[in-house]
C-alpha cells in the first residue's frame, strides 16, 4: 500500500524559508519520478518541481533559484527547500509520485502521477 505524507508547512513572512517533507512508503523514492505541486486559493493546481530517479531536477519558472528539490533515500523521503518565499507561493502543497522512472519534464497539472499525498498548508504574508 502506497502512503506518502507530507510535512513542514506552516505561516511565514515574505522572505522566509521553509522546508517542507514527503515520508513515502509502500515503494522505493529512489526508484520513481517524485514531483511537488501546488494549490492556490481559487486557482488550478500547477507543478512546481520534479525529479527522476537519477536525479535530473526541474523546477517552474516562478520557482528557480530559490526551491530546490531533493530525495534522502536512506529515509524515503522527498523533500522541497523554499527560500526567498513570497506571497504568490501560499498554497496547500501536495506530493506526488508517477510510476516511471522519468519525469518527462515538469508535469503541468499532475495527470501522469497517480499516488498523491494529503498536502500541506503554506501561507506566506
Known amino acids: 500500500h502506497v502512503q506518502l505524507v507530507e510535512s513542514g508547512g506552516g505561516s511565514v513572512q515574505a522572505g522566509g524559508s521553509l522546508r517542507l517533507s514527503c515520508v513515502a512508503s509502500?515503494?522505493?523514492?529512489?526508484?520513481?519520478?517524485m514531483g511537488w505541486f501546488r494549490q492556490a486559493p481559487g486557482k488550478e493546481r500547477e507543478g512546481v518541481a520534479s525529479i527522476d530517479n537519477d536525479g535530473t531536477t526541474t523546477y517552474a519558472d516562478s520557482v528557480k533559484g530559490r526551491f530546490t528539490i531533493s530525495k534522502d533515500d536512506a529515509k524515503n523521503t522527498l523533500h522541497l527547500q523554499m527560500n526567498s518565499l513570497k506571497p504568490d507561493d501560499t498554497g496547500i502543497y501536495y506530493c506526488?509520485?508517477?510510476?516511471?522512472?522519468?519525469?518527462?519534464?515538469?508535469?503541468?497539472?499532475?495527470?501522469?502521477?497517480?499516488?498523491w499525498g494529503q498536502g500541506t498548508q503554506v501561507t506566506v504574508s
Open positions: 509502500g515503494y522505493a523514492v529512489r526508484s520513481d519520478c
Open positions: 506526488a509520485r508517477r510510476r516511471s522512472t522519468f519525469c518527462y519534464g515538469l508535469s503541468i497539472t499532475g495527470i501522469d502521477f497517480g499516488d
